[in-house]
């Protein structure tokens, strides 16, 4: 069983970056499509990002195409959410989510394995 844990949240005011961690353990992270979703306050969890076991494929929902970049180093069993050009509407608890099954799934069912979060506040 996967332990996903998130790191590297915070507040940031409008067009600054923060970078997301998060750090696996309990399994080999290159048996899973790791995604990253996210959730604010009254509304559903939606991904943002999610990446291919070798990171060869990239999925992006399109409110953050160009902002974000998702990786992954499975050496070091992290996965990484660079976020650039932060906007209030982006505020919202991230999650760092683990799949075995290989099709880049945008849907949060999908996914097995789950971290706590890490509250990300983007301030105008």
């Known amino acids: 069983q996967v332990q996903l844990v998130e790191s590297g949240g915070g507040l940031v005011q409008a067009g600054g970056s923060l970078r997301l961690s998060c750090a696996a353990s309990?399994?080999?992270?290159?048996?899973?499509?790791m995604g990253w979703f996210r959730q604010a306050p009254g509304e559903e969890r939606e991904i943002a990002a999610s990446?291919?076991?070798?990171?060869?494929?990239?999925y992006y929902a399109d409110v953050v195409k160009g902002r974000f970049t998702i990786s992954r180093d499975n050496n070091q069993n992290m996965v990484y959410l660079q976020m650039n050009s932060l906007k209030p509407a982006d505020s919202a608890v991230y999650y760092c989510?683990?799949?075995?099954?290989?099709?880049?799934?945008?849907?949060?069912?999908?996914?097995?394995?789950w971290g706590q979060g890490t509250q990300v506040t983007v301030s105008s």
């Open positions: 989510a683990a799949d075995r099954d290989m099709t880049l799934s945008t849907s949060p069912a999908h996914y097995e394995y």
């Open positions: 309990g399994g080999t992270l290159g048996d899973y499509v």
């Open positions: 990446i291919s076991w070798n990171g060869g494929r990239t």
